[in-house]
DNA sequence: CTGCTAGCATA
DNA sequence: GTATGCTAGCAGA
């Protein structure tokens, strides 16, 4: 770009390539973490952004004119660390070598001389691009000025300044003197965060208009701001980046002293020499051995590290597994090492397969390693991906893939894994199809021990008494945390191959339990091994969305969300906000004196839906507030959202369903959420227009009637109920003629609705008093309808007390097929956990079953379509429904097949209903 | 940056 | 009154 200056601000990027990058050490001992990472950095800039002028600024030694004004300015920060104080001349030197023009003015910080030659650069008719990490540099963006944060891959212009902080560049310094730099030692408005000072400016226009209007400012807040009135000028001053320095004093201009010069191979190849950067020498010198660890000292480092017998003997005296298990781990860095573990797997009855990836984002991770064991306490691992400093040549992905697809592809190889789905999804996502899923250690516990967590740390406690190496504890955690592709092998190999050594080791300890009780087999044979491969199935086809729809539905949401907010505000005669429960509080039950309904449990008073709701026949506030959460709720969880969760390269969006999860055998669905899509308001019921069908194709729906009724109906085994499914009534209103004593034709709407109750009552292990509240009764008179129920339906009554003994005596129930679902504290001495588990043992059976049905029906329509060759999809499931993709070719295939299969997935004692919808979209569809 | 609470969407 | 997951605000690091 000819017209282009690129400028980065080096000295912010010093403090976050230290930060994100894991401790590298030269060999001798030199740390080149930030050295490694600045030189990356800049490296993709240069690349990614070609410019005609371009400079990396450094802030010089020295004081600013901002020490003189204010000598607290940075008093704060600590000092730099050693570490990185260290890299800094090293990392000047590299910038040097790589072409870079540096500049370092002293007595200037580096913003200044950023701002100023950004000025100066729109002046000449210039566009500028600022790398920086420090959001206050948000203030130059104009139309000839861009923000990027390389770290974050974040672009800021006019718009994206406005998007990101809710005010436009030229209200940057106004937000930022009214927050304050807690950073640079720069005080501001004491409570007043990013929410406040938005709120404010966009009541007052700028910083001036709310110094200005200070005495309308309400509250706690309101004191804090007129505490600070007399410092805010100056805050503003050190906040303000300097775009008027100076910088032909020092012969600084935009000209060919800021061209870029070409990288001195020489000087570079003497500096990877020196800090250690093998992977760059080798790639500069063109020499693809130099620098590469001998394999010998990799396999003698690893084979035998972590030398811990393992205890398993401890927790399993059934002799399952040998007592000691020394493990012997492998990194497989040749040929001849993969051929050999191929000769290996092929030969084993059984394998544990784990995968090393990228991230955690089961469509877009990529493969970072392998890892393998065929017999406990030997396990290898393959790295395919590492790529840290001087990472020793490994084997390269596509050849690794290549070499193991026979295997990984042949259903007849057995193998184990924990959550194979995710690995499944690796595999595909570099176009290999894992097949011969025989055993999932994460389905094994889950049918094991529903209750108990399930993953792999703390099964290995659990059942081989042994400590495992957390990911954490070789990755970091949280904004640290370093992707696995930058761990060191030997470390990489103590870890990964462990988790396959351990797989396979949970494996044989936890299948003797699952083998030798046939319940339990069937179920983990027959409904959750099949249920993950579909599953895997479902989430790879994906929803097709329609972003323009929900973009369009946010705008208009937004707009009449800014309405009913000056509502509110008029109506509190102040500004808050109005989604913190804690300053509506305030405002209600402080400022207004409206009367408390109920409290939450931390003690506030409640501002929940049903207290509004109270308080709106009288008072015209909490009216508004319901208006606006119903609506804010929309845009932030859903046509905000959404969009962002699709994939680019599939234009979908991929759930995850969480097969382990669920304590009564449900699944759940995140990232995003599809089993929460609104659907019972109006308004919440547009987002399902945009879950739409592609070209040439409808949505087909289909969702089981009654599903938990009839299925209370099938355990009671009670008569009346029985009768009235078999007979296809309407079960509610038959509910209602027994209830109330009058006949069908008779039942009136209101009766039918608290019978309705009632029914879902029974089904959550109502008591007397949930149902009075729910349906704003007295206590007694709910109990009175709950006692003539039982009297009507006395095989239900039955049922329900046979449930709560049943749980007490084993602390588990079962579904209808054998899941065991476990209640923890269903013998509490606490009495209200005791009776949560009460309800919980009376739901879970009927939840569970109806949940163990759908996954049958899961698998029969899975099974249905891939036999007939149909290119019909599965593409989500809501607990009681299954929504498919169908081309319009076979809708009415799928219209009539569909509900047959899943009514005549089992056969109870009460006929199974399913309804089918058909639409262009899922809304239609219902 | 992390963990907590309040609130709310679904079956 | 059962079972979930997600967002925003906020307090304490």
Known sequence: MQNTLLLVDGSSYLYRAFHAMPDLRNPQGEPTGAIYGMINMLRRLRSDYPAAYMACVFDAKGKTFRDDLYPEYKAQRAAMPDDLRLQIEPIHEAVKAMGWPILMVEGVEADDVIGTLAVEATARGLNTIVSTGDKDLAQLVNPHVTLINTMSNEKLDEAGVLTKFGVPPERIIDYLTLIGDTVDNVPGVTKCGPKTAVKWLAEYDSLDGVIANADKIKGVVGDNLRAALDWLPQGRVLITVKTDCDLSAHHISIDESLVAKEESKEAMLAFYKRYGFKTWLRELSGDATAGATPLSSIAKATAGSGNTPAQAGLFNDDGAIPATVISNYETVLTEAQLDAWIARINAA???????????????????????????????????????????????SRASVLEKLRPWLEDDSKAKVGQNLKYDTHIFANHGVALRGIVHDTLLESYVFESHKSHNMDSLALR??????????????????????????????????????DITLQLHLAMWPEIETDASLQRVYHDIELPTSVVLQKIERNGVLINKDLLNAQSNEIGKRLLELEQNAYELAE???????????GEIFFGKLGLPVVKKTPSGAPSTDEEVLQKLAEDYPLPKVLLEYRGLAKLKSTYTDKLPKMVNAQTGRVHTNYAQAVAVTGRLASNDPNLQNIPVRTAEGRRIREAFVAAPEHVIISADYSQIELRIMAHISGDASLLKAFADGEDVHKATAAEIFGVALDDVTSEQRRYAKVINFGLIYGMSAFGLASNLGIERAAAQSYIDKYFQRYPGVAQYMADTRTKAKAHGYVETVFGRRLWLAEINSPNGPRRQGAERAAINAPMQGTAADLIKLAMIAVQNWLENDHLQSKMIMQVHD??????????????????????????????????????????????
């Open 881 to 926: 429904e299954l929504v498919l993709e169908v081309p319009e070719s076979e809708l009415e295939l799928v219209r009539k097949k569909l509900p047959e299969l899943m009514a005549n997935v089992a056969q109870l004692h009460v006929p199974l209903l399913a309804e089918v919808g058909i639409g262009k979209n899922w809304e239609e569809a219902h």
């Open 463 to 500: 059942h081989l008494g042994k400590k495992t190496i957390s990911f954490e504890d070789v990755c970091g955690k949280g904004a640290a945390q370093i992707c696995f592709d930058q761990v060191e092998l030997q470390r990489a190999t103590d870890y990964a191959a462990e988790d396959a």
């Open 349 to 395: 009855s059984l394998t544990a397969v784990d995968t090393e990836t990228t991230s955690l984002e089961p469509m877009t991770a990529q493969l970072v390693g392998i890892s393998l064991c065929c017999e406990a306490g030997h396990a290898c691992y393959i790295p395919v991906a590492h790529q840290y400093a001087d990472a020793p040549a490994q084997l």
């Open 574 to 584: 102040q500004p808050f906000n109005l989604n913190s429960p804690k300053q509506l």
